[in-house]
């Protein structure tokens, strides 16, 4: 699987973002896509994902209320969409994709550099 995120930004405080994520190469029925966030000096976090064959998704509590993931099917890409965005949010956020049967992400996208400033 082939993935490519963008959308990233600076906003203010209190802004929002979309994030997209563009899927390629397989058929992703069998696929969980998620998507992550690294702040500089921290650890990856998981922030949400989706399965795509149901569209049941799960939001990390760190965000959750704030940002939702989605899909489309007939555009192969994945959302995160990000309200009330804070500065603790600065991070730059990756997609990644891994199969239904397993429990280790081994496809990922670029970073994409989300910016907030208070």
């Known amino acids: 699987v082939q993935l490519q995120a963008s959308g990233g930004g600076s906003v203010q405080a209190g802004g929002s973002l979309r994030l997209s994520c563009a899927a390629s190469g397989r058929t992703l029925s069998n696929y969980y896509m998620g998507w992550f966030r690294q702040a500089l000096g921290t650890e990856r976090e998981f922030v949400g994902g989706?399965?795509?064959?149901?569209?049941?998704?799960y939001i990390a509590d760190s965000v959750k209320g704030r940002f939702a993931v989605s899909r489309d099917n007939a555009e192969n890409r994945v959302y995160l969409q990000m309200n009330s965005l804070k500065p603790e949010d600065m991070a730059v956020y990756y997609c990644?994709?891994?199969?239904?049967?397993?429990?280790?992400?081994?496809?990922w996208g670029q970073g994409t550099q989300v910016t907030v400033s208070s």
């Open positions: 990644a994709a891994k199969t239904i049967y397993g429990t280790t992400y081994g496809f």
């Open positions: 989706v399965r795509w064959s149901s569209g049941s998704t």
